[in-house]
């Protein structure tokens, strides 16, 4: 995890984690913000969930396929999980926010790199 990540590897190996990610979800029309330690929200415009959800896998997947080198000279893999949540104009954006938070811990606590929807 990245916690674990920063005890092992120090401060520095999170942030080419993080440079890495934020190069690999660029290669679609998104926009990206870092929303904690390791948490970002991506917002894809005018899009349906199915296709929100086929973008987030791809993007699972070319994250799992990097390789990151540590100071040492290791190689570590990192992962990617996902939470979707659709903002409607009956909900506050911050509901959506914390909706696809949830859908995102479920993502986590079922075995990481996947994608989970609010409501599944």
Excluded: M
């Excluded at 791809?58 to 040492?72: P, Y």
């Excluded at 409607?88 to 079922?110: C, G, M, N, W």
Aim: charged fraction near 30%.
């Amino acid at each position: 995890s990245f916690f674990s990540r920063n005890e092992l590897y120090g401060f520095f190996i999170n942030q080419r984690v993080i440079c890495s990610f934020h190069l690999k979800v660029n290669f679609c029309p998104a926009q990206s913000f870092r929303y904690g330690g390791e948490e970002f929200l991506i917002l894809l415009q005018d899009s349906s969930i199915e296709n929100a959800q086929k973008w987030a896998k791809k993007v699972c997947k070319k994250i799992s396929e990097l390789q990151i080198k540590t100071n040492d000279k290791r190689i570590i893999q990192i992962t990617a999980s996902f939470g979707i949540s659709r903002i409607t104009t009956d909900i506050k954006v911050e509901e959506t926010v914390d909706q696809a938070d949830r859908a995102l811990y479920r993502a986590k606590e079922s075995g990481r790199n996947c994608v989970k929807e609010w409501g599944d």
